[in-house]
């Protein structure tokens, strides 16, 4: 009679102090051991370490290739207890801790067998751009059916089942998420007698959908400007000292224009408007190319050849005209690719010749009739 009412309120106490219980518990209980124990078990993600404490680890264990684990743990103080139970798996992530209170009876095993400990959560990265895909992992027991609940603005379910080594994952494109702040977490959908609660540990994460910042480029040189006509030259560089679209130059200051700037940047690697053919550099062929479409009076332009050469180290101290002024052209001309350009720079320098030939003769003259 003793024994039948002592089994009675060990019966009731276990229901009293076991928890928390989801859907039922089932806490058999076996009289008369040798020793006080309590014994675990239940499910968890396959060949994960089971851990069991009371404040300090008292035990642990292995699951199996299907994620089951069972641990005895004895002998124990009769009285009431307090068992933390949680594992990690093959990644080293640890479940959420489920705690139970067990009540001891002397000389009883206490059993909980119908555990699951949560699934594992992992995320890929945070926080998220538009492109990018939020992708929320873990490990659990193969084949289990998986709630994940997102909540921000609104809240989100997603559904999926763990593979056959209890690996799961959702993707959620971050495209249709809002820009916020986010949190997610992993439910079991499990049946039938489950000792505990199975909601995961909580990830939480940002979204930022705003459309990227698009930093402006600012040229460390002198900017390229557009033309805003039709420019007729091969040479589209040309159009910026030929204001009207003529196809050649005419006027003095359009070839002062190109001098300037060309004096400046002469022998330089840039890459601007007095790189005429856009090679890199601004150098004897991006005059070369000017001169080819010069169409006003060759006297107006011949006195600044002298600068030039000074300028570009060829020669020094080259008078306008003469043989080491025509050499130095030349060289100038011959560094040109197109052909028809030396062609034409040659007749222009004998033209430019036989035009100041003829004025230093009428000058000589000139000087005769006052004389």
Known sequence: MRFLIKTFLSTILAIIFVF???????????????????????????????????????????????????????????????????????????????????????????????????????????????????????????????????????????????????????????????????????????SGIIDNPTISNTITFHVDNNPPIITPFIPTQTPIPTPALICPYFYQRMCFFDEERLGYLNKKSQFLKFLDGFLKYWGQPVDNIYDINENGWVDEMDLSIVLFYWRGEQNEIVGYYSNLATASGDLLELPPLGLGYLINAFIVSSKCLCPSILLCELLLLLLCILLAYKKKRKDKNNEKKTK
């Open 20 to 190: 928390p219980s989801v859907l039922a518990v089932d806490v058999p209980l076996t009289a008369l051991v040798n020793e006080t124990s309590y014994l675990l078990e239940g499910y968890t993600a396959p060949n994960s370490i089971v851990f069991i404490s009371e404040g300090a680890i008292v035990g642990t264990t292995t699951s199996d290739a299907t994620g089951f684990f069972s641990k005895l743990i004895s002998p124990v103080i009769p009285g009431l207890h307090t068992v933390d139970i949680w594992s990690t798996d093959i990644d080293n992530v640890s479940t959420a801790v489920i705690q139970f209170n067990i009540f001891l009876i002397d000389k009883q095993e206490f059993d909980i067998t119908h555990i699951y400990l949560p699934t594992t959560v992992s995320l890929n990265a945070s926080p998220f751009i538009y492109s990018d895909t939020v992708s929320l992992f873990g490990y659990t027991k193969p084949g289990t059916n998986i709630k994940a609940t997102l909540v921000g603005a609104a809240t989100t379910f997603y559904f999926t089942t763990s593979g056959i080594n209890g690996y799961y994952v959702f993707n959620i494109p971050a495209i249709t998420l809002p820009t916020g702040d986010y949190s997610i977490s992993t439910e079991l959908i499990l």
